[in-house]
């Protein structure tokens, strides 16, 4: 989004005839860094307005992180604007809804002053309140920038500001969209919607994808597009040589989900199964190469045996081993109640007569709380917890490519040792698990060993891991 403007003559109008403009609405996330400065840092956990508030230590952290906020945003419009009358526009637009949320934020504060009311209830809804700023600020930029150009462009906001109406997800857009004539007008869309389901509190910030996803389905779309600054490629660029790699092109909805499992998220698993229900293809393109096709993600089958993306992921192993487990049910209920308290997504799990390792994605912190609870509930096992890495061969349809005998040979000659590899009947991904520091080489050398032959596209700006 922080480079909306370059889009203007390529996404949205380019060389397009007049008719080819409308019948597109655009499900728009914030600019670039403004939900960190909202909620927290995704990847450093650097407070924002919201940790902030909630923490509570003094009033002047969130407030002054609020002002910063409203900083980052003026900057960042001003960037893409160059009409004083646009930029004047977008800063009224900011300073209603900061200070809106400013005076929602004290109001709260001083109603949790009272013994009745307690602001853990309100957490999730602080939490949306502010979440919601940031995509309306950036879709409201973009239909400013996109009439500006001539566009017919229309501001559709989801985000439920000064609405008092109770609505699920659905009657929220549909409302939304009332009176829209998307075959006249661009829509923009806010990539959050307020609705009563609280899409914060089941996806986080992976709503604005299923927002998008339901819009489609409600509406019908005959595609479904995500723009990205990248391809999806057969492996990340940086870790394999640009050209090596090549675009996907073509892929399933099965190798979305394994992607998202591998934290590499083509798009959220909820979102694509919206999409699949709705018979909805999904593409994915990159938004600065317009004239490209991207990849085209559907329901049909590869046309022959082939793997399609080498990716990996860092992930604890947590090992749990009873000589008693032999014939004896519920160990792994019990571990998996274990996981689900504090929130550790299992990527994938191993078991055999007294052993049972699950590899999950979590902080440390996290996995030594895990650790201690299994140690109170199973005294006598031995319970270890490990840092190691899963590199992940992933296609369509893997049969008859021996993808786990030729992968383990070839790390072998490679030097690099696979602690333990698995694959399952369906086949569309193998897995081997390798220590940290062989990540990098593993991927590298299984990318080698299975597109050896491949001639590659146009170098990928972007890689898959990181935009997930």
């Given at each position: 989004?922080?480079r909306?403007?370059?889009?203007?003559?390529?996404?949205?109008?380019?060389?397009?005839?007049?008719?080819?403009?409308?019948?597109?609405?655009?499900?728009?996330?914030?600019?670039?860094?403004?939900?960190?400065?909202?909620?927290?840092?995704?990847?450093?956990?650097?407070?924002?307005?919201?940790a902030l508030?909630?923490?509570?230590?003094?009033?002047?952290?969130?407030?002054?992180?609020?002002n910063?906020?409203?900083?980052?945003?003026?900057?960042?419009?001003?960037?893409?604007?160059?009409?004083?009358?646009?930029?004047?526009?977008?800063?009224?637009?900011?300073?209603?809804?900061?200070?809106?949320?400013?005076?929602?934020?004290?109001?709260?504060?001083?109603?949790?002053?009272?013994?009745?009311?307690?602001?853990?209830?309100?957490m999730?809804?602080?939490?949306?309140?502010?979440?919601?700023?940031?995509e309306?600020?950036?879709?409201?930029?973009?239909?400013?920038?996109?009439?500006?150009?001539?566009?017919?462009?229309r501001?559709?906001?989801?985000?439920?500001?000064r609405?008092?109406?109770?609505?699920?997800?659905?009657?929220?857009?549909?409302?939304?969209?009332?009176?829209?004539?998307?075959?006249?007008?661009?829509?923009?869309?806010?990539?959050?919607?307020?609705?009563?389901?609280?899409?914060?509190?089941?996806?986080?910030?992976?709503?604005?994808?299923?927002?998008?996803?339901?819009?489609?389905?409600?509406t019908?779309?005959?595609?479904?597009?995500?723009?990205?600054?990248?391809?999806?490629?057969?492996?990340?660029?940086?870790?394999?040589?640009?050209?090596?790699?090549?675009?996907?092109?073509?892929?399933?909805?099965?190798?979305?989900?394994?992607?998202?499992?591998?934290?590499?998220?083509?798009?959220?698993?909820r979102a694509?199964?919206?999409?699949?229900?709705?018979?909805?293809?999904?593409?994915?393109?990159?938004?600065?190469?317009?004239?490209?096709?991207?990849?085209?993600?559907?329901?049909?089958?590869?046309?022959?045996?082939?793997?399609?993306?080498?990716?990996?992921?860092?992930?604890h192993?947590?090992?749990?081993?009873?000589?008693?487990?032999?014939?004896?049910?519920?160990?792994?209920?019990?571990?998996?109640?274990?996981?689900?308290?504090?929130?550790?997504?299992?990527?994938?799990?191993?078991?055999?007569?007294?052993?049972?390792?699950?590899?999950?994605?979590?902080?440390?912190?996290?996995?030594?709380r895990?650790?201690?609870?299994?140690?109170?509930?199973?005294?006598?096992?031995?319970v270890?917890?490990?840092?190691?890495?899963?590199?992940?061969?992933?296609?369509?349809?893997?049969?008859?490519?021996?993808?786990?005998?030729?992968?383990?040979?070839?790390?072998?000659e490679?030097?690099?040792e696979?602690?333990?590899?698995?694959?399952?009947?369906?086949?569309?991904?193998?897995?081997f698990?390798?220590?940290?520091?062989d990540?990098?080489?593993?991927?590298?050398?299984?990318?080698?060993?299975?597109?050896?032959?491949?001639?590659?596209?146009?170098?990928?700006?972007?890689?898959?891991?990181?935009?997930?």
């Amino acid at each position: 989004m922080s480079r909306v403007n370059e889009l203007v003559d390529t996404l949205f109008v380019g060389n397009r005839e007049p008719s080819e403009i409308y019948n597109r609405i655009f499900v728009v996330s914030a600019f670039g860094g403004i939900t960190n400065l909202l909620l927290e840092h995704k990847k450093t956990g650097k407070p924002g307005v919201y940790a902030l508030f909630t923490s509570a230590d003094d009033d002047h952290g969130w407030m002054d992180a609020l002002n910063r906020v409203a900083q980052a945003m003026t900057e960042a419009h001003n960037q893409v604007l160059d009409s004083n009358a646009d930029q004047r526009e977008a800063d009224d637009f900011i300073r209603e809804r900061i200070e809106g949320a400013r005076s929602c934020l004290i109001d709260l504060q001083r109603l949790c002053s009272y013994g009745h009311f307690r602001l853990s209830q309100h957490m999730e809804i602080i939490r949306e309140l502010l979440s919601g700023l940031g995509e309306a600020h950036s879709a409201f930029v973009t239909t400013l920038l996109l009439r500006r150009a001539g566009v017919e462009a229309r501001f559709i906001d989801l985000s439920g500001w000064r609405d008092e109406r109770e609505m699920d997800l659905d009657e929220r857009i549909r409302d939304g969209f009332d009176g829209a004539d998307p075959a006249d007008e661009i829509l923009i869309t806010t990539g959050y919607a307020q609705c009563r389901e609280g899409l914060m509190q089941e996806f986080d910030r992976g709503y604005s994808e299923v927002t998008f996803s339901r819009i489609a389905a409600l509406t019908g779309a005959r595609e479904a597009i995500i723009h990205k600054e990248f391809h999806l490629s057969s492996a990340d660029p940086k870790q394999v040589g640009e050209g090596a790699v090549r675009k996907l092109g073509h892929t399933n909805y099965d190798v979305a989900d394994q992607l998202s499992n591998m934290g590499m998220e083509a798009i959220h698993p909820r979102a694509a199964k919206t999409l699949r229900q709705a018979s909805v293809p999904l593409r994915v393109t990159n938004a600065f190469e317009p004239h490209d096709p991207g990849t085209l993600i559907d329901e049909n089958p590869a046309d022959t045996p082939a793997a399609e993306i080498v990716t990996g992921l860092d992930v604890h192993a947590l090992e749990l081993f009873e000589q008693d487990m032999v014939g004896v049910k519920g160990y792994d209920a019990r571990i998996l109640d274990v996981l689900t308290r504090h929130n550790v997504r299992i990527v994938s799990k191993t078991s055999n007569a007294n052993t049972i390792t699950h590899f999950v994605e979590a902080p440390l912190k996290i996995m030594r709380r895990v650790e201690r609870d299994l140690h109170a509930a199973y005294p006598s096992a031995d319970v270890t917890v490990r840092a190691l890495s899963l590199a992940s061969v992933i296609g369509r349809d893997l049969k008859g490519l021996h993808v786990l005998s030729r992968g383990m040979t070839a790390l072998e000659e490679n030097g690099i040792e696979a602690l333990s590899a698995q694959q399952t009947p369906r086949m569309v991904d193998v897995q081997f698990v390798v220590q940290r520091d062989d990540l990098d080489e593993a991927i590298r050398t299984l990318h080698g060993l299975f597109f050896a032959d491949e001639n590659s596209d146009a170098p990928v700006s972007e890689t898959p891991r990181q935009a997930a």
